[in-house]
């Protein structure tokens, strides 16, 4: 029963263009939802957040957008990097509970 | 501030062996989390801790898998006895959500073990 999907295994941009990564949830009762990103051999690391109050958290080259009605949120970088090449990962969940379901990642390289 | 911190890095065992995982989370972290994440899948919850006092194991195969944190502070994850799914990432992040509000998950460089 995966509650967060992230149908898109993976992402070729090239550097200096949009990213836009997509996440999908099946839970109408998740009201937090977070953005991490891995580097191979290492542990998640900690990018933005979003609150169901809001439709749009910016953090400098990073913006997550949030559509309730549709369950859907997305990451944009501008302008990528060879640098944010790396498995991004959405998370979701009850903010209340501090328990959160993962989406299986999205792999985004960035080309030179 | 120094990170979340886990032991060993690698680990092989044949299937049917036992295996344990350790975990320091950041000082002052009520919160700890292991996570299992089997490649090509995102982390799956184990178990949540608040402080010493376990939140949600709901997830955790309770026949094979056991996890404590005594004293509130670093943890031990057990599996006896391994089988070969068990092969995966065993993340362990702490989060201070349980004291201050900010849910922010802190992950540490995990535990690759592999079951042969």
């Known amino acids: 029963d995966q509650q967060v999907k992230q149908n898109s295994p993976s992402l070729s941009v090239q550097e200096g263009r949009i990213s836009i990564l997509n996440c999908d949830y099946t839970n109408s009762m998740f009201d937090y939802f977070l953005w991490y990103k891995k580097y191979p051999a290492e542990g998640p690391t900690f990018l933005i957040s979003i609150s169901s109050i809001k439709d749009k958290n910016e953090d400098g080259r990073f913006t997550v957008f949030l559509n309730k009605s549709a369950k859907h949120l997305s990451l944009h970088i501008v302008p990528s990097q060879p640098g944010d090449s790396a498995v991004y990962f959405c998370?979701?969940?009850?903010?209340?509970?501090?328990?959160?379901?993962f989406g299986s990642g999205t792999k985004l390289n960035v080309k030179p | 501030e120094a990170g979340v911190a886990q032991s060993p890095r690698y680990k092989i065992i044949e299937k049917r062996q036992s295996v344990a995982f350790w975990c320091n989370p950041i000082s002052g972290h009520a919160t700890l989390y292991w996570y299992q994440q089997i490649l090509g899948q995102g982390p799956k919850l184990l178990i949540q801790f608040q402080n010493n006092g376990v939140v949600d194991d709901s997830q955790l195969p309770k026949d094979r898998f056991s996890a404590e944190r005594l004293k509130g502070v670093d943890s031990t994850l057990k599996i006896q006895p391994a089988k070969l799914e068990d092969s995966a990432v065993y993340l362990c992040?702490?989060?201070?959500?349980?004291?201050?509000?900010?849910?922010?998950?802190?992950f540490g460089p995990g535990t690759r073990l592999t079951v042969l």
């Open positions: 998370a979701g969940g009850r903010k209340n509970f501090n328990k959160f379901y």
């Open positions: 992040a702490s989060s201070s959500a349980g004291t201050s509000g900010m849910n922010e998950q802190f």
